[in-house]
C-alpha cells in the first residue's frame, strides 16, 4: 500500500517512515528540506534495508503535487510538512499562516482531486491552550496563544469542515504532546537548527559541551518541584502511534483527535535527574524567569488512543533520555 508521507524527512517523519517501511508499506516522501536534510532519509533506508520514493519539493506547489498524485498510487496521505517553532511564529506569522494552512489546503485539494481521502494530521496539544487541569482529554475546550498553536487550531477546524462537507474523507488528528529521543540505532533523532527551543535537544547539547548550562525556565510553578511538567513521549513510540492511526482509517470513515501522549508528566528537574542517571553526565543549569505563553504542567489523558487505535506509549523516561543522548553522540554536529 502506497503512503504519501509530507515532511517525512523531518523528526517525526524520518521515524514514522521507518516504523512503515518495516510494516511493509510502500513510502513516498515530499519535502522541501526547509528544517532536514536529505540524510535523514538515506538513513531510513539504511535502518530498514528498503527503498522509499523521495520528492524534493514543497507541498504550497500544487503542480508538483498533481504529479505525484498521478504518478502513485496513494491511498493515504500522513501530513507532517508545516513550521513548528513557536517563537519563531510570533515573529513571521505570515510565513507560518501560509506555510501550514495553505500548504494543508493544496493538499486536500490535491487529495481530493484524486479520490484520495484518507489522512493522518499532525496537531499537538499546544490547540488545548491554556487548560484549566490534567490529565487532558480530547473533549477538552481548544484555543490556542500564538500563530503556531493557530495553524494548528484553524487546521483542525478546516479539516472538520471538509469532513462535513463529504463524508467519505477518513480523517485522523493526532494531537502529540512532547516527542523526544531518537530510533534505537542511534542514526536518526532531532537535529536542530541554532539554538535548540525544546528541552532535550538543549540537554543534549550541554551534556555533548556544546553549550555550557540549561536554563531552566521558572521555579515557582504550582508543580512539586516547581519546574514545568510535561508529557515526554518516545518518538518512536509516536512513530507507532501513526501506524495504528493510519490503521485505523482504512477501515472507516470519519474525523477524531486523539491524544499522543503517556499520560505521565515529569518536570523539567525530574527530566535533568533522568538524564543525568541515564548517561552518567552532569548538566549545570540555573533557574530563570518563566518564558512567556509557559504553563505549569501539560499531561495527557491517552485513554482514547488506547481503547480505539490499540496503542499505547510502551517506552519510559530513562529509554527517551539514553535513545536521546546515543543520537547526539554518534552525530555532535547533527545529520
Ligand atoms: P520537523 O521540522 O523536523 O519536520 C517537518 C518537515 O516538514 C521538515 O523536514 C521540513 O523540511 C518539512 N517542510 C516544512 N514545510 C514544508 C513544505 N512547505 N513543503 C515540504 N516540506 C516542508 O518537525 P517535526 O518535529 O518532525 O514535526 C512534524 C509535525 O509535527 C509538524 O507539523 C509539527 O508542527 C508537528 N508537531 C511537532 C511537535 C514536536 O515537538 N516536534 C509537537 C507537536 C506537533
Ligand atoms: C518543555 C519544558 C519549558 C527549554 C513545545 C511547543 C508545543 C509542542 C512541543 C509543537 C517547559 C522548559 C525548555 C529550555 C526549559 N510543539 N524548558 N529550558 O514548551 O512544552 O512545547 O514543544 O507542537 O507546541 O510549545 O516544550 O521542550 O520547549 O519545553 O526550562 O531551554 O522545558 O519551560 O516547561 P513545550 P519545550
Redesign the pocket.
Known amino acids: 500500500m502506497e503512503i504519501l508521507v509530507?515532511?517525512?524527512?523531518?523528526?517525526?517523519?524520518?521515524h514514522t517512515c521507518v516504523e512503515l517501511l518495516n510494516s511493509g508499506y510502500d513510502v513516498i516522501v515530499?519535502?522541501?528540506?526547509?528544517?532536514?536534510k536529505p540524510e535523514?532519509l538515506r538513513r531510513v533506508e539504511e535502518i530498514t534495508g528498503k527503498h522509499l520514493k523521495f520528492y524534493e519539493?514543497?507541498?504550497?506547489d500544487k503542480a508538483i503535487l498533481e504529479k505525484i498524485f498521478s504518478e502513485n498510487n496513494i491511498e493515504a496521505v500522513i501530513?507532517?510538512?508545516?513550521?513548528?517553532a513557536v517563537g519563531e511564529s510570533i515573529k513571521t506569522p505570515i510565513l507560518y499562516y501560509h506555510?501550514?494552512i495553505t500548504?494543508t489546503l493544496i493538499l486536500c485539494t490535491e487529495m481530493k482531486k484524486h479520490n484520495v481521502k484518507r489522512l493522518v494530521f499532525?496537531?499537538?496539544?499546544?490547540v488545548y491552550g491554556m487548560p484549566k487541569s490534567v490529565p487532558i482529554s480530547e473533549y477538552f475546550p481548544l484555543s490556542a496563544t500564538n500563530p503556531?498553536g493557530r495553524t494548528?487550531l484553524m487546521i483542525e477546524t478546516i479539516l472538520q469542515d471538509m469532513y462535513s462537507s463529504d463524508k467519505e474523507w477518513s480523517i485522523a488528528i493526532l494531537?502529540?504532546?512532547?516527542?523526544i529521543g531518537a530510533h534505537q540505532s542511534g542514526r536518526i533523532g532531532?537535529?536542530p537548527n541554532g539554538i535548540p527551543n525544546?528541552l532535550m535537544p538543549f540537554i543534549t547539547q550541554v551534556a555533548v559541551g556544546k553549550r555550557d548550562k540549561l536554563n531552566i525556565f521558572g521555579g515557582n510553578y504550582a508543580t512539586h518541584d516547581g519546574t514545568g511538567v510535561r508529557d515526554y513521549i518516545h518518538v518512536v513510540d509516536l512513530a507507532k502511534g501513526h501506524l495504528s492511526a493510519l490503521e485505523k482509517i482504512m477501515k472507516t470513515s470519519g474525523i477524531e483527535p486523539y491524544n499522543l501522549g503517556t499520560g505521565v508528566g515529569y518536570s523539567v528537574l525530574d527530566l535533568v535527574k533522568n538524564f543525568e542517571k541515564a548517561t552518567n553526565k552532569k548538566i549545570p543549569y540555573v533557574i530563570t524567569a518563566p518564558r512567556l505563553g509557559d504553563i505549569a504542567k501539560c499531561y495527557a489523558n491517552p485513554i482514547k488512543a488506547k481503547t480505539i487505535l490499540k496503542w499505547s506509549a510502551q517506552k519510559n523516561i530513562q529509554d527517551m533520555c539514553i535513545d536521546a543522548w546515543r543520537f547526539q553522540v554518534n552525530n555532535p554536529n547533527g545529520y
Open positions: 509530507t515532511g517525512g524527512a523531518g523528526y517525526i517523519g524520518s515530499v519535502d522541501n528540506f526547509s528544517n532536514s535523514s519539493s514543497d507541498i504550497l501530513h507532517f510538512a508545516g513550521f513548528k506555510n501550514n500548504g499532525s496537531s499537538s496539544a499546544t503556531y494548528k494531537r502529540y504532546f512532547n516527542p532531532e537535529d525544546n
